[in-house]
Protein backbone atom coordinates (compact mmCIF):
# COMPACT_ATOMS: atom_id res chain seq x y z
CA UNK A 1 0.00 0.00 0.00
CA UNK A 2 3.08 2.21 1.09
CA UNK A 3 4.17 2.08 -2.81
CA UNK A 4 0.89 3.09 -4.33
CA UNK A 5 0.76 6.67 -3.43
CA UNK A 6 4.53 7.12 -5.06
CA UNK A 7 3.31 5.54 -8.42
CA UNK A 8 -0.05 7.45 -8.92
CA UNK A 9 1.73 10.60 -8.12
CA UNK A 10 4.11 9.33 -10.46
CA UNK A 11 1.84 8.87 -13.20
CA UNK A 12 -0.43 12.37 -12.73
CA UNK A 13 3.27 13.85 -12.75
CA UNK A 14 4.05 11.81 -16.56
CA UNK A 15 0.15 12.81 -17.35
CA UNK A 16 0.88 16.38 -17.21
CA UNK A 17 4.31 16.73 -18.72
CA UNK A 18 3.18 14.96 -21.53
CA UNK A 19 -0.12 17.54 -22.20
CA UNK A 20 3.13 20.26 -21.49
CA UNK A 21 4.79 18.67 -24.57
CA UNK A 22 1.18 17.94 -26.85
CA UNK A 23 0.70 22.20 -25.97
CA UNK A 24 4.06 22.77 -28.08
CA UNK A 25 3.93 20.07 -30.55
CA UNK A 26 0.35 21.66 -31.50
CA UNK A 27 0.68 25.09 -31.88
CA UNK A 28 0.13 26.84 -34.99
CA UNK A 29 1.86 30.06 -35.02
CA UNK A 30 5.37 30.88 -33.24
CA UNK A 31 3.14 33.51 -30.86
CA UNK A 32 1.01 30.55 -29.75
CA UNK A 33 4.23 29.40 -28.34
CA UNK A 34 4.40 31.60 -25.70
CA UNK A 35 0.96 31.80 -24.73
CA UNK A 36 -0.60 28.83 -24.61
CA UNK A 37 0.53 26.16 -21.26
CA UNK A 38 -2.32 23.90 -22.08
CA UNK A 39 -3.50 22.11 -25.00
CA UNK A 40 -6.60 23.62 -26.94
CA UNK A 41 -9.66 22.19 -25.99
CA UNK A 42 -11.54 19.32 -27.96
CA UNK A 43 -14.40 21.59 -28.50
CA UNK A 44 -12.59 24.51 -30.72
CA UNK A 45 -16.09 26.54 -31.65
CA UNK A 46 -19.46 26.40 -30.10
CA UNK A 47 -22.29 27.67 -31.65
CA UNK A 48 -26.19 27.10 -31.25
CA UNK A 49 -26.15 24.90 -34.72
CA UNK A 50 -24.51 22.50 -36.45
CA UNK A 51 -23.35 23.08 -39.75
CA UNK A 52 -25.67 20.46 -41.18
CA UNK A 53 -28.42 22.28 -39.15
CA UNK A 54 -27.77 25.47 -40.94
CA UNK A 55 -27.44 23.32 -44.49
CA UNK A 56 -30.93 21.93 -43.89
CA UNK A 57 -32.59 24.90 -42.45
CA UNK A 58 -31.52 26.86 -45.73
CA UNK A 59 -32.30 24.58 -48.04
CA UNK A 60 -35.97 24.83 -46.09
CA UNK A 61 -36.38 28.07 -46.34
CA UNK A 62 -35.31 28.41 -49.74
CA UNK A 63 -38.20 25.97 -50.22
CA UNK A 64 -40.04 27.62 -49.07
CA UNK A 65 -39.37 30.95 -51.25
CA UNK A 66 -39.66 29.32 -54.00
CA UNK A 67 -43.11 27.71 -53.22
CA UNK A 68 -41.92 24.36 -53.25
CA UNK A 69 -42.87 23.55 -49.64
CA UNK A 70 -46.30 22.27 -48.88
CA UNK A 71 -48.54 23.97 -46.50
CA UNK A 72 -47.03 24.83 -43.29
CA UNK A 73 -48.08 25.80 -39.86
CA UNK A 74 -44.81 26.86 -37.75
CA UNK A 75 -41.53 26.95 -38.54
CA UNK A 76 -40.02 23.85 -37.53
CA UNK A 77 -38.22 23.36 -34.02
CA UNK A 78 -34.66 22.86 -34.89
CA UNK A 79 -34.71 26.28 -37.58
CA UNK A 80 -35.85 28.37 -34.81
CA UNK A 81 -32.65 29.60 -34.46
CA UNK A 82 -32.03 29.20 -38.22
CA UNK A 83 -35.18 31.76 -38.71
CA UNK A 84 -34.20 34.27 -36.19
CA UNK A 85 -30.48 34.91 -37.33
CA UNK A 86 -31.68 35.19 -40.84
CA UNK A 87 -34.47 37.55 -39.66
CA UNK A 88 -32.11 39.62 -37.38
CA UNK A 89 -29.00 39.47 -39.54
CA UNK A 90 -28.19 40.62 -42.72
CA UNK A 91 -29.80 37.64 -44.87
CA UNK A 92 -33.06 39.00 -44.58
CA UNK A 93 -32.27 42.57 -45.72
CA UNK A 94 -29.75 41.93 -48.06
CA UNK A 95 -32.85 39.74 -50.05
CA UNK A 96 -35.26 42.78 -49.57
CA UNK A 97 -32.82 45.08 -51.05
CA UNK A 98 -32.36 42.70 -54.09
CA UNK A 99 -35.94 41.39 -54.86
CA UNK A 100 -36.44 45.54 -54.51
CA UNK A 101 -33.72 46.50 -57.02
CA UNK A 102 -34.91 43.53 -59.38
CA UNK A 103 -38.49 45.28 -59.65
CA UNK A 104 -36.82 48.45 -60.23
CA UNK A 105 -35.24 47.52 -63.06
CA UNK A 106 -38.45 46.43 -64.39
CA UNK A 107 -39.65 49.49 -63.72
CA UNK A 108 -37.56 51.12 -65.92
CA UNK A 109 -38.21 49.02 -68.67
CA UNK A 110 -41.98 49.34 -68.98
CA UNK A 111 -43.42 51.90 -71.17
CA UNK A 112 -46.58 53.24 -69.62
CA UNK A 113 -50.44 54.00 -71.31
CA UNK A 114 -51.49 57.69 -71.50
CA UNK A 115 -55.09 56.71 -69.29
CA UNK A 116 -53.04 55.99 -65.91
CA UNK A 117 -54.79 52.53 -65.94
CA UNK A 118 -51.24 51.18 -65.24
CA UNK A 119 -51.50 49.55 -61.74
CA UNK A 120 -48.84 48.68 -59.43
CA UNK A 121 -50.27 46.14 -56.63
CA UNK A 122 -48.76 46.01 -53.18
CA UNK A 123 -49.45 43.84 -50.28
CA UNK A 124 -48.94 45.28 -46.63
CA UNK A 125 -48.01 43.37 -43.86
CA UNK A 126 -43.87 41.51 -44.32
CA UNK A 127 -44.42 43.75 -47.70
CA UNK A 128 -44.57 47.06 -46.79
CA UNK A 129 -45.05 46.93 -43.11
CA UNK A 130 -42.88 45.01 -41.11
CA UNK A 131 -44.21 43.46 -38.31
CA UNK A 132 -40.57 42.17 -37.20
CA UNK A 133 -41.18 43.53 -33.76
CA UNK A 134 -44.38 41.31 -33.52
CA UNK A 135 -42.73 38.42 -34.27
CA UNK A 136 -39.59 38.56 -31.91
CA UNK A 137 -41.47 38.69 -29.04
CA UNK A 138 -43.48 35.47 -30.85
CA UNK A 139 -40.18 33.42 -31.57
CA UNK A 140 -40.31 34.29 -35.41
CA UNK A 141 -42.96 31.98 -36.70
CA UNK A 142 -42.16 29.23 -34.15
CA UNK A 143 -45.78 30.30 -32.30
CA UNK A 144 -48.56 29.04 -34.10
CA UNK A 145 -50.15 32.02 -35.29
CA UNK A 146 -52.30 34.12 -32.61
CA UNK A 147 -54.96 36.18 -34.64
CA UNK A 148 -55.97 38.25 -31.31
CA UNK A 149 -52.62 38.64 -30.56
CA UNK A 150 -51.42 40.05 -34.43
CA UNK A 151 -54.31 41.83 -34.29
CA UNK A 152 -53.58 44.08 -30.33
CA UNK A 153 -50.05 44.63 -32.52
CA UNK A 154 -52.10 45.83 -35.56
CA UNK A 155 -53.59 48.05 -33.72
CA UNK A 156 -50.89 49.58 -32.47
CA UNK A 157 -50.25 51.43 -35.88
CA UNK A 158 -46.52 51.43 -35.23
CA UNK A 159 -45.10 48.62 -37.58
CA UNK A 160 -42.14 50.06 -39.29
CA UNK A 161 -41.64 50.47 -43.09
CA UNK A 162 -39.55 47.48 -45.08
CA UNK A 163 -37.25 50.51 -46.46
CA UNK A 164 -36.38 48.74 -49.67
CA UNK A 165 -39.88 48.60 -50.34
CA UNK A 166 -40.45 52.24 -49.73
CA UNK A 167 -37.45 52.97 -52.30
CA UNK A 168 -39.67 50.69 -54.47
CA UNK A 169 -43.21 52.29 -53.73
CA UNK A 170 -41.51 56.06 -54.37
CA UNK A 171 -40.10 54.53 -57.36
CA UNK A 172 -43.62 53.04 -58.80
CA UNK A 173 -45.22 56.47 -57.82
CA UNK A 174 -42.98 58.55 -60.04
CA UNK A 175 -43.14 56.52 -62.64
CA UNK A 176 -46.85 57.13 -63.21
CA UNK A 177 -47.92 53.60 -61.96
CA UNK A 178 -50.99 53.71 -60.58
CA UNK A 179 -50.93 52.02 -56.89
CA UNK A 180 -53.19 49.79 -55.49
CA UNK A 181 -52.87 48.10 -51.88
CA UNK A 182 -54.49 44.92 -51.49
CA UNK A 183 -54.10 43.29 -48.14
CA UNK A 184 -55.86 40.32 -46.24
CA UNK A 185 -56.06 42.70 -42.92
CA UNK A 186 -59.78 43.22 -41.87
CA UNK A 187 -61.94 46.50 -43.00
CA UNK A 188 -61.99 47.67 -39.43
CA UNK A 189 -58.19 48.45 -39.32
CA UNK A 190 -58.66 50.86 -42.15
CA UNK A 191 -58.09 54.08 -40.27
CA UNK A 192 -54.92 52.55 -37.82
CA UNK A 193 -53.53 50.46 -41.21
CA UNK A 194 -54.13 54.53 -43.35
CA UNK A 195 -51.99 55.87 -40.53
CA UNK A 196 -49.22 53.61 -39.81
CA UNK A 197 -48.34 53.75 -43.81
CA UNK A 198 -48.47 57.47 -43.84
CA UNK A 199 -46.13 57.32 -40.55
CA UNK A 200 -43.63 54.81 -41.81
CA UNK A 201 -43.65 56.92 -45.18
CA UNK A 202 -46.13 55.61 -47.63
CA UNK A 203 -48.20 58.70 -48.40
CA UNK A 204 -50.12 58.17 -51.26
CA UNK A 205 -52.10 54.98 -52.96
CA UNK A 206 -55.08 55.26 -55.49
CA UNK A 207 -57.08 52.46 -53.46
CA UNK A 208 -56.65 50.46 -50.14
CA UNK A 209 -58.44 47.51 -50.40
CA UNK A 210 -59.23 45.15 -47.01
CA UNK A 211 -61.73 42.36 -45.98
CA UNK A 212 -64.70 42.87 -45.76
CA UNK A 213 -67.34 40.69 -43.78
CA UNK A 214 -68.12 39.44 -46.77
CA UNK A 215 -64.14 37.93 -47.58
CA UNK A 216 -64.00 36.38 -44.21
CA UNK A 217 -62.75 32.67 -44.02
CA UNK A 218 -61.83 33.04 -47.59
CA UNK A 219 -58.47 31.68 -48.60
CA UNK A 220 -56.08 34.74 -49.30
CA UNK A 221 -55.29 33.52 -52.99
CA UNK A 222 -58.89 33.56 -53.81
CA UNK A 223 -59.68 36.75 -52.41
CA UNK A 224 -57.29 38.38 -54.07
CA UNK A 225 -57.43 36.85 -57.19
CA UNK A 226 -60.96 37.89 -57.11
CA UNK A 227 -60.28 41.82 -56.17
CA UNK A 228 -57.26 41.18 -59.22
CA UNK A 229 -60.18 40.15 -61.53
CA UNK A 230 -62.24 43.11 -60.28
CA UNK A 231 -59.25 45.60 -60.96
CA UNK A 232 -58.97 44.35 -64.76
CA UNK A 233 -63.07 44.89 -65.22
CA UNK A 234 -61.90 48.33 -64.12
CA UNK A 235 -59.59 48.77 -67.03
CA UNK A 236 -56.46 48.19 -65.03
CA UNK A 237 -53.56 46.72 -66.23
CA UNK A 238 -51.65 44.91 -63.60
CA UNK A 239 -48.13 45.01 -64.38
CA UNK A 240 -46.63 44.83 -61.33
CA UNK A 241 -46.97 42.61 -57.96
CA UNK A 242 -45.16 42.77 -54.84
CA UNK A 243 -46.20 40.14 -51.97
CA UNK A 244 -44.13 38.10 -48.96
CA UNK A 245 -46.54 35.14 -50.03
CA UNK A 246 -47.45 33.27 -52.94
CA UNK A 247 -50.99 33.71 -52.33
CA UNK A 248 -50.52 37.18 -53.02
CA UNK A 249 -49.22 36.77 -56.38
CA UNK A 250 -50.37 33.44 -57.71
CA UNK A 251 -54.12 32.54 -58.54
CA UNK A 252 -56.39 34.37 -61.53
CA UNK A 253 -55.46 37.62 -63.27
CA UNK A 254 -52.19 37.32 -62.28
CA UNK A 255 -49.70 40.39 -62.89
CA UNK A 256 -47.09 40.74 -65.89
CA UNK A 257 -44.52 40.75 -63.45
CA UNK A 258 -44.89 39.08 -59.59
CA UNK A 259 -42.13 39.85 -57.16
CA UNK A 260 -41.85 37.79 -54.09
CA UNK A 261 -40.58 39.34 -51.33
CA UNK A 262 -38.86 36.82 -48.81
CA UNK A 263 -40.56 35.53 -45.64
CA UNK A 264 -39.62 32.27 -43.65
CA UNK A 265 -41.81 33.59 -40.66
CA UNK A 266 -45.13 32.31 -41.65
CA UNK A 267 -47.07 30.97 -44.45
CA UNK A 268 -50.67 32.07 -45.98
CA UNK A 269 -52.22 29.77 -48.20
MG1 LIG B 1 -47.93 39.96 -46.45
New binding site residues.
Given amino acids: MAILVPISFLLRFFFLLSLLSFSVSDSDSPSAHQHRVFPRPLIVEYTDMTEEVREQCGAWRVAGEANNLGPWRTVPEECAEYVKEYMTGRGYVVDLEMVSKEAREYVKSVELGSDGKDAWIF?????LLSNLPYYAAHGYGLEVFDHEKFNDWVEKGVAPAIEPSLKLYENVLNMGFKVILL??RSERHRSVTVDNLINAGFKEWDQLILRTSDDQGKRAVLFKSEKRSEMESDGYRILGNS???WS?LLGSSVSVRSFKLP?PMYY?P
Fill in positions: DIDETTGGDQDNI
